[in-house]
T-cell receptor, first 113, second 113 residues
Framework: DAGITQSPRHKVTETGTPVTLRCHQT?????MYWYRQDPGHGLRLIHY???????DKGEVSDGYSVSRSKTEDFLLTLESATSSQTSVYFC????????????FGSGTRLTVV | DQQVKQNSPSLSVQEGRISILNCDYT??????FLWYKKYPAEGPTFLIS?????DKNEDGRFTVFLNKSAKHLSLHIVPSQPGDSAVYFC????????????FGTGTRLTVIP
């Protein structure tokens, strides 16, 4: 599906534990993004990357970190998971940024208990 | 603060009739607007877009209208089909800065056969 995969698709974790979500692309796109989707909030940007080792914060970055050591992989880490981070997480890729649209992965449903 | 707003969480339309989904934005720097469609358990997929230099863009059954003075855009679907039932997200970006997409909260469209 446009060469973007997210893993895992579903995860249940305990409060206080670290969690890492993975996004992998085969399109060689420069830009990668992590969004979370919550009822009443739509899609909100957590972090994004504009190249290898180049990342920046989005609207809701507190409690999250990211890393991009290779063009194809963008990792999202919840340093110490909280119940408020229960959400559906989407990764997206773009060749040239927002004006050219994004391609989204299928999402990861994360539940923090 | 939500820069892109979709004030109708849901909309129901009879098959064959017109569906009109609305979106408002607050940031006057936005110059590119997109609509995404999302089915359950899938990532959002691109539907149609419009640049701020235009006031209308049409693609088959889908037409997006932009009113820059009102900071308002709408998506028209004619005729509506049951397969159009999904959540629709409006998104906007600005060429300046990070050029990220900002999303609305979504409107759930139900097309009744």
């Amino acid at each position: 599906d446009a060469g973007i995969t997210q893993s895992p698709r579903h995860k249940v974790t305990e409060t206080g534990t670290p969690v890492t979500l993975r996004c992998h692309q085969t399109e060689n796109h420069r830009y990668m993004y992590w969004y979370r989707q919550d009822p009443g909030h739509g899609l909100r940007l957590i972090h994004y990357s504009y190249g290898v080792k180049d990342t920046d914060k989005g609207e809701v970055s507190d409690g999250y970190s990211v890393s991009r050591s290779k063009t194809e992989d963008f990792l999202l880490t919840l340093e110490s998971a909280t119940s408020s981070q229960t959400s559906v997480y989407f990764c997206a890729i773009s060749e040239n940024g927002g004006n050219y649209g994004y391609t989204f992965g299928s999402g990861t449903r994360l539940t923090v208990v | 603060d939500q820069q892109v707003k979709q004030n109708s969480p849901s909309l129901s339309v009879q098959e064959g009739r017109i569906s009109i989904l609305n979106c408002d934005y607050t940031n006057s720097m936005f110059d590119y607007f997109l609509w995404y469609k999302k089915y359950p358990a899938e990532g959002p997929t691109f539907l149609i877009s419009i640049s701020s230099i235009k006031d209308k863009n049409e693609d088959g059954r889908f037409t997006v209208f932009l009113n820059k003075s009102a900071k308002h855009l709408s998506l028209h679907i004619v005729p509506s089909q049951p397969g159009d039932s999904a959540v629709y997200f409006c998104a906007a970006s600005a060429r300046t800065g990070a050029n990220n997409l900002f999303f609305g909260t979504g409107t759930r469209l139900t097309v009744i056969p």
